[in-house]
């Protein structure tokens, strides 16, 4: 087992670095003009590709960095440039976890490869789980999937939202019930090959923050895919179904069983830490601007950060940062190498991580004072941007609740 190091290693600082200069150089020059367009960065994607930034290959490297830390390097990184940049060069990695997670070796090979094109015509991805009824509460889903046995097909309809790349996206990775009975451990995640006939983009959503990633609702009306776009295949859902029905039978007759996790949460626990890095990044970004603005700004003819109300507040943000990060890899390393969460450490580096962004880019804007309310400042534009590590892949209290669960052993709702 690879030893838990905070010292990086000499092809990890090349990463951090080279993605360092990517970010400087690309992404923040270009990040408050595509925040205020609301648009896809189309530009800096395909830049991103050119230079191997956006690709299959260098996702998979990094992800498969034996000490964990290569995935959260890159994120602070590309994050740290600007979160909304960041999630559209990043946020087709979410819907390749949901293919790496749950299919198989030949769908992963077949499928991963599909959802980044190549440097000359990049191509994106979509990860559909939430739905306008069903976005905690995974167990409300109601797009539903049934299967055709005469034409070895599976049929889906329903309506997915906050979809990043939703509708505009080459593969869609659509997660479904296929089993209503059984609740959350009746889903299954399946593969929505590029024009397919029945899906269909919805509403696109005016955001907040991160206005440069494209989100969005997905209809799926009547859609068709072959049996093989199931991911994980029928025999292993249906070993799958067998065992949740037995464990609810179990649970009926009051015997305590093993939990079980469904296609959705699998996916979301194997991001949690990339999340939790992308909020370093953006935190560690509105530190930096906050301590370089406390050091030149003068009021009352001494720079603002030698009163200790602004110098004290610079010091609780870079521990908490610091802290965050420290929650990030730790929870990183235990993942790459095979050790179980058994105190839900994904949840808490996300939790973690997301609530320090939110802290640390609420003080950039007081420290800024009214400068900090304007989009002349870009600590303004990372306070909104903020604001959602707090909400998606699973709220600040869903995660608690997890938490709480894992360490209780107990049901609590």
């Not at 000490?67 to 390097?73: N, Q, Y």
């Not at 980044?116 to 739905?131: N, Y």
């Not at 029905?245 to 626990?269: H, P, S, Y």
């Not at 950060?305 to 610079?314: H, L, P, V, Y």
Request: glycine content about 10%; proline content about 4%.
């Amino acid at each position: 087992m690879t030893a838990f190091n905070l010292a990086l290693n000499d092809d990890q600082i090349a990463v951090r670095d080279w993605l360092h200069g990517f970010a400087r150089d690309v992404i923040r020059p270009a990040a408050a003009e595509w925040d205020e367009r609301e648009e896809t960065p189309w530009p800096i994607i395909q830049e991103a590709a050119k230079v191997g930034i956006y690709s299959l290959d260098f996702f998979a490297q990094q992800q498969f960095d034996p000490t964990g830390l290569g995935i959260p390097i890159a994120m602070e990184e590309l994050f740290w440039g600007d979160a909304g940049i960041g999630l559209a060069i990043t946020g087709s990695a979410l819907a390749a976890a949901g293919v790496v997670t749950n299919g198989t070796p030949e769908q992963v090979g077949l499928w991963a490869p599909e959802m980044f094109g190549t440097p000359d015509e990049p191509k994106l991805a979509a990860f559909c789980s939430s739905e306008p009824d069903a976005g905690s509460d995974v167990a409300a889903m109601r797009t539903r999937a049934v299967y055709d046995e005469a034409t070895d097909e599976w049929v889906i309809n329903g309506t997915k939202t906050w979809a990043t790349n939703g509708g505009i996206a080459h593969v869609h990775v659509v997660v479904a019930v296929v089993d209503p009975e059984l609740g959350a451990r009746g889903q299954a995640s399946f593969i929505i090959p590029p024009g397919t006939k029945g899906l269909s983009q919805g509403q696109k959503f005016k955001k907040h923050g991160i206005r440069a990633s494209h989100t969005a609702e997905v209809v799926l009306d009547n859609v068709r895919v072959a049996g093989d776009c199931l991911l994980g295949g029928k025999d292993k859902l249906d070993e799958r179904m067998a065992r949740a029905r037995e464990r609810a039978a179990a649970i009926a007759r009051g015997e305590k069983v093993e939990q079980v996790k469904n296609a959705a949460m699998a996916t979301f626990e194997a991001s949690r830490p990339a999340v939790g890095a992308q909020a370093v990044g953006l935190a560690r970004a509105a530190y930096e601007e906050s301590l370089e603005y406390a050091k030149t700004r003068e009021q009352f003819g001494r720079p603002i950060i030698d009163n200790q109300g602004i110098a004290f507040t610079i010091a609780d943000m870079r521990t908490r940062i610091d802290a965050a990060r420290m929650l990030v890899w730790r929870a990183s390393w235990m993942a790459a190498t095979g050790q179980p969460f058994t105190a839900a450490e994904g949840s808490m580096s996300k939790l973690y991580a997301g609530e320090t962004a939110k802290w640390v880019t609420g003080q950039a804007i007081q420290i800024f004072g009214g400068n900090g309310f304007t989009r002349e400042y870009p600590v303004e534009r990372m306070h909104r941007d903020a604001a959602i590590y707090t909400i998606f892949e699973g709220t600040s209290e869903i995660q608690r609740l997890v938490i709480a669960r894992t360490l209780s052993g107990m049901p609590i709702r």
